[in-house]
């Protein structure tokens, strides 16, 4: 580093030097608490659809759909590759972002966007060609996914949230189906009524000069029209009085049963759960027997249930004995299943149950910002305002290395480019440290200002 400049490391907030002599840059992750809510969240999206370079980085994760399309690449390759070279049945999937993350803040998370991001990443493993431990190959009907979140209180409040949008949107589509209907009947009315009076008849004559044969001629057919009227008067009343049979409605299929078979059809991949149920653990030395018991009776894959997607289990001691009892439970040899955690803060050393999984996709993003000069690091812990943000995006997509993406809004492209990347090994399995990350983002800076 160049003589003068400083440098300073906390969790989740860097500050690094800037190559504008000087200035300090701090780089930090992309969203914090400060960020309110919704404005956080849309804040985060644009910064990353912004800057996002698809070719090089994929898929852009803007919504559940999307960065279940961008992990399910990475975790299906994987997955083939270890049934045909080991015995390893776990992998990490980390999205370090709001609305996923709960490490981003209780204001910033959304735990049924994080649920919505599950079923989705549990239908295109489910039904793609990858194979599952349990499953012959192209028998699809027979994989399935379990997901498991902490308790049945999350359960009952994700279920709660989907089943009201669910009836949302049924009841938008009945009232579209009427209105629908509506139209059609006085289309088709309109289009009797013309077809009666001869307008829609396409032999239709055009109109020529009358002539004194025609008067006469007009003059006899009143007459006898008259006559006809006062003979059947009393046939034509009594006609009147029959009820005439009512018009068949031909009826569009409703959306609903088309948003009813659409849900039915993404149930079929995966299944709602809980690691605890409503069991509640205590802190003593019973833990151990309790959270044996919560998972016995909670965490019960069916036969084709062969994949277990627990998601965000954090650093506690009850959810780190749960983890490791569902991990037991994917290596039974009698019925061997994957698991798959997505965003779980477990700390280093890793329980030996997880000695072989792997990060199939990750992405963290972090913001660089210039502060002015002669400010020290971390001052009244807020972050710097001067100077043109610089973004940072740290990613993992199986089977490439760790990749340093930059941009610095000045100088570059206008978008993300590779600054380095960093093989996986064992010290990097769950990512490289934020030093190294700082570094590699120093040095594609200094060489830019060259």
Known sequence: LVSGWSFALRPQKVYLPCPSGGRNTALQQASSDNDAGEDGMGAMRRMLESSWNSEAMGFVPSDPSAAAEAAATALRQAMFDDLQTSSNRAYFIDLSFPPYDVAQGTSMYDEVSAVEFCMELAERISSSDALSPTSPKGNDDDKSCLILVKDEKAVQIVNKILDGRQDKSDFTGDEQDVHEDEDEDEELEVYDDLADSGVLDGDEEQPTAPTMDDDVDSFRKKLMAEWVSEESSKISGAAMDIPQKPKKK??????????????SA??????????????RISKGGKMGSEVAKAIQENVQPNAKEA??????VQNTREELMAIRRVLQLCAESENPRTAVLVNCKLEQPLPRELFGAKTVYSLLPLVAQAAPAGRTPFQNDKPPKAGPPVKVAVMRRYPRDWEVFVDDGVLGSGSFELAATVPVGVETRRGPQMQWVTDAVMRFLQARQR
């Open 250 to 263: 031909t009826k569009k299929p409703s959306s609903k049963a088309t948003n009813k078979s659409n849900n």
């Open 266 to 279: 993404r149930s079929k991949w995966s299944r709602l759960s809980s690691l605890f149920g409503d069991a």
């Open 307 to 312: 994949t277990l997607i627990v998601l965000s």
